[in-house]
């Protein structure tokens, strides 16, 4: 019980900070759209690398991905891979939406697309399909806060509890100082995270077989097939290389666009800014390799943990290390699920209003009644999620790759609306619907063993070039700035 | 510096490289990427593959990760510079 006492001291410590840091930097910010949502478009390069860094690394970076490398093996390596080269196409994007966005007001990337191609339908529909991959996203960062808390405190905090604490916190700093909040806190979780991940990725390898290069050693003899690229399904069989590498490719396309991050570009401060940030970024994937060390410590951990998401927790509770050790796991663990979820929180909320009522409907709201709806529309996106996060069981990553499916098709639409002069409106929303369809049916109905958002998104490229070129063609075609 | 030896054009290494255009920093960013994805993606060679024997104690795979991690962090920089040279040029 005591050391339960030590654990909950060190994570209200996190909490507290994260709370302060949260409220604190919203001061200053605009009491607008713009100022709530875009940071009045003035984050310099140390918050945008830490907001793109942290944003990105989830729940999955302490859970999901040591469960991948203690259970699938070599199959992990590819949450590592994709990173590599997926924020490359950012480089050009970010500054062109940026400068679009000083130009026109744009604060989310639908509105940019859909003012482009002139279709106000194409908004409402990339809401819904960012929606669709927020929702079960902000759900498993939920779920992975609540469960670390709940394993950690051996049932004393459980998981609906430990969720609901946590996402509390992240309503008041998110409600409060909007997209500053998330920058500032997803500093400070960033910096704690890094420091956290290398401290155990070391720490462990060596506690349980003596170094790092000893454990890859001690499991390439007992299964070298582990280590084996691609690695192994969760049932232990092969994983087929066509599923391994068009995982990577999806994932890698994907990444430039899911929404909240895409955002960020209107909210740099300038472009070089955003550039350097890309340049930077593949430095934060030495941040993803002792998380994988960590899994692969658990291998031929005996007792073995009930679910490979629980390896960590599981790895700590049963070594007997100081309470205040489990305590800053724990709270590394709540970093990552609160760096990700409240950006995905706010993005979320501002596509509903922007997206969907204002741009997708028509209507006009004054900057500070749209901030204010923007706040408003926190509370049922968090409700939902919690709901979903509290009744639906889900594996971290799969989650994550199915995720991954329908943002991906937003990347054709986006391209197409910066680079292509011919591309159209209705040629645009039926490769996204058609798209977006096809990846959903195939995860659902798997036919032949490739990621399924890889069939999307050749159907949505083809419907895209093919309509675009029957015309007609908008040209340039932007709104007034608000 | 060029040096001009029986008509030959003997500049150093580097100097080679340095006069580098933003068309060709382009295209050489456009390979690496290509190249890269295909190493990611697929087995280039059993050597990616395979695990043994460790590489600075790490599965060949994930240490052939590693590296393209550290070479598009350099490609990046490389091909950065020469953008924000030309910039500058323009803007200039």
């Known amino acids: 019980m005591g050391a339960d006492i030590q654990i909950m001291g060190v994570v209200g410590l996190y909490l507290a900070l994260s709370l302060f840091v949260g409220l604190r930097a919203g001061k200053g910010v605009s009491d607008s759209a713009t100022g709530f949502v875009a940071g009045d478009r003035a984050m310099g390069g140390v918050l945008m690398y830490f907001v793109t860094g942290a944003t990105i690394f989830s729940a999955f970076a302490f859970l999901g991905a040591p469960g991948w490398a203690w259970s699938r093996g070599a199959a992990a390596f590819h949450i590592l891979a994709f990173g590599i080269l997926g924020f490359i196409p950012f480089y050009f994007i970010g500054p062109a939406a940026s400068r679009l966005g000083r130009k026109h007001g744009f604060v989310t990337q639908a509105e940019l697309v859909a003012a482009r191609l002139g279709s106000r339908p194409l908004a409402l529909v990339m809401a819904l399909v960012s929606l669709l991959a927020f929702i079960p996203y902000l759900a498993l960062q939920m779920r992975g806060s609540g469960h670390v808390l709940e394993v950690l405190t051996r049932g004393a905090i459980p998981m609906q509890w430990g969720a609901a604490l946590v996402y509390g916190v992240v309503l008041l700093y998110v409600w409060r100082s909007g997209v500053m909040g998330v920058g500032w806190t997803n500093t400070l979780q960033g910096l704690f995270m890094m420091v956290l991940a290398w401290t155990l990725g070391l720490y462990l390898p060596y506690a349980l077989h003596g170094g790092v290069g000893p454990m890859f050693a001690k499991i390439a003899e007992r299964d070298p097939g582990f280590l084996t690229l691609p ?252 | 510096m060029t040096l001009a030896y029986r008509g030959m054009d003997l500049r150093p290494w580097g100097a080679t490289l340095a006069p580098m255009t933003p068309r060709r920093a382009h295209l050489a960013l456009g390979l690496f990427v290509l190249v890269a994805m295909l190493s990611l993606t697929w087995p280039l060679s059993v050597w990616f593959a395979e695990p043994l024997p460790l590489v600075l104690g790490l599965p060949r795979g994930l240490f052939t990760i590693c590296c393209w991690a550290a070479a598009t962090f350099v490609a990046l920089l490389a091909y950065d510079r020469v953008l924000s040279k030309d910039r500058e040029q323009e803007d200039a």
């Open chain 1, 231 to 482: 690695g192994r399904t969760p049932d232990g069989g092969d994983w087929s290389w066509s599923s391994y590498a068009s995982s990577v490719f999806v994932m890698a396309v994907g990444f430039s666009f899911w929404p909240h991050l895409f955002q960020k570009a209107f909210a740099a401060k300038s472009e070089r800014v955003l550039r350097r940030t890309v340049v930077l970024y593949p430095t934060f994937q030495f941040f993803l390799l002792p998380i994988l060390f960590i899994g692969f410590a658990g291998v031929g951990f005996d007792p073995p943990p009930e679910q490979a998401d629980q390896i960590l927790p599981h790895l700590l509770l049963h070594m007997d290390l100081p309470a205040l050790v489990v305590g800053l796991f724990c709270a590394g663990a709540l970093a990552a699920s609160m760096s990700s979820g409240d950006a995905i929180l706010h993005s979320a909320a501002s596509i509903v209003v922007r997206d969907g009522w204002i741009v997708g409907f028509g209507r006009s709201l004054s900057p500070h009644a749209e901030r204010r709806a923007v706040r408003l529309m926190l509370l049922p996106l968090l409700l939902v999620s919690y709901l979903v996060a509290a009744v639906f069981p889900v594996d971290i990553v799969g989650l994550l790759s199915y995720a991954y499916g329908p943002v991906g098709q937003l990347a054709p639409p986006v391209l197409a609306a910066l680079f292509w002069s011919k591309a159209t409106g209705r040629g645009a929303l039926a490769g996204l619907v058609v798209g977006s369809m096809v990846t959903i049916w195939f995860s659902r109905f798997p036919l032949w063993p490739v990621h399924a958002g890889l069939l999307g998104l050749v159907a949505n490229v083809l419907l895209l070039v093919s309509i675009s070129l029957l015309g007609p063609h908008w040209g340039e075609r932007f709104p007034r700035k608000r």
